[in-house]
Nanobody, 121 residues
Framework: QVQLQESGPGLVKPSQTLSLTCRVSGGSLTFSYYAWSWIRQPPGKGLEWMGVMHYDGRTYLSPTLKNRTSMSRDTSKNQFSLQLASVTPEDTAVYYC?????????????WGPGIQVTVSS
């Protein structure tokens, strides 16, 4: 059974770069049936999709965030990461990593517990 666990700082200062990591256990990042995403939820708002990385490393980022966002992975550690640059208080949210089934209907079947990130000076 696959499990995902987010890690990173809980507090980031404005203008800094937020770096989060999702450790995957019980499944491989390179298995072709799945893709791996970051999704966030600001307080009082809905879920916001940030990006996805497929089994072969192809990455697609949200158009509204792509200028500040990048994703990377370390297959030797079976983990993938998110970097969000120039953060502002509007980036305060619970950040989730999730596994997506890489075929229609492209549903998310496994989520990490989420990590609260606050942007504040």
């Amino acid at each position: 059974q696959v499990q995902l666990q987010e890690s990173g700082p809980g507090l980031v200062k404005p203008s800094q770069t937020l770096s989060l990591t999702c450790r995957v256990s019980g499944g491989s990042l390179t298995f072709s049936y799945y893709a791996w995403s970051w999704i966030r939820q600001p307080p009082g708002k809905g879920l916001e999709w940030m990006g996805v990385m497929h089994y072969d490393g192809r990455t697609y980022l949200s158009p509204t965030l792509k200028n500040r966002t990048s994703m990377s992975r370390d297959t030797s550690k079976n983990q993938f990461s998110l970097q969000l640059a120039s953060v502002t208080p509007e980036d305060t949210a619970v950040y989730y990593c999730a596994r997506m089934i890489g075929a229609a209907p492209y549903e998310y079947d496994t989520w990490g517990p989420g990590i609260q990130v606050t942007v504040s000076s």
